[in-house]
């Protein structure tokens, strides 16, 4: 019997290419772990957590930790993440933490429409071919 593990990993992810609350320069192999959230986060959560103290860590499991879950769904929401979502798609695997799950087999993205006249970039409502293309099973 196969024990341990995650069958659907639930992500979003940030303006920065955060997913879970693996900030930039976060390891490709980290684990579960508490992590310094980045500036660019704080900034974001900020608009949500109006008037109230927000945190400065969080607990978040690693990128190598997502890595091993059997499939990946993210979720990502607003316009400003279009660069973000173009970085996962195009960018090599690196320190931009999105762009790891071009190594996962399984992942499903998804986008609210964008307005009219977004970048086509902004367009990713699917998974997009080329991030299947690149993964590896």
């Given at each position: 019997?196969?024990?341990?593990?995650?069958?659907?990993?639930?992500?979003?992810?940030?303006?920065?290419?955060?997913?879970?609350?693996?900030?930039?320069?976060?390891?490709?192999?980290?684990?579960?772990?508490?992590?310094?959230?980045?500036?660019?986060?704080?900034?974001?959560?900020?608009l949500?957590?109006?008037?109230e103290?927000?945190?400065v860590?969080?607990?978040?499991?690693?990128?190598?930790?997502?890595?091993?879950?059997?499939?990946?769904?993210?979720?990502?929401?607003g316009?400003?993440k279009?660069?973000?979502?173009?970085?996962?798609?195009?960018?090599?695997?690196?320190?931009?933490?999105?762009?790891?799950?071009?190594?996962?087999?399984?992942?499903?993205?998804?986008?609210?429409?964008?307005?009219?006249?977004?970048?086509?970039?902004?367009?990713?409502?699917?998974?997009?071919?080329?991030?299947?293309?690149?993964?590896?099973?």
């Amino acid at each position: 019997m196969d024990e341990g593990g995650s069958n659907i990993q639930l992500l979003g992810m940030g303006r920065n290419g955060h997913i879970g609350f693996n900030e930039p320069t976060s390891s490709l192999a980290s684990r579960t772990r508490i992590k310094t959230l980045a500036e660019r986060t704080l900034t974001d959560n900020a608009l949500l957590q109006r008037g109230e103290t927000q945190p400065v860590l969080a607990v978040t499991m690693g990128i190598g930790t997502i890595l091993e879950a059997k499939r990946i769904l993210i979720q990502i929401t607003g316009e400003k993440k279009a660069e973000a979502v173009r970085r996962v798609v195009e960018a090599r695997p690196s320190f931009f933490p999105g762009s790891a799950l071009q190594l996962h087999a399984h992942v499903e993205a998804a986008r609210r429409p964008p307005r009219r006249g977004a970048p086509a970039h902004a367009r990713l409502l699917r998974p997009d071919p080329r991030l299947r293309a690149r993964a590896r099973p």
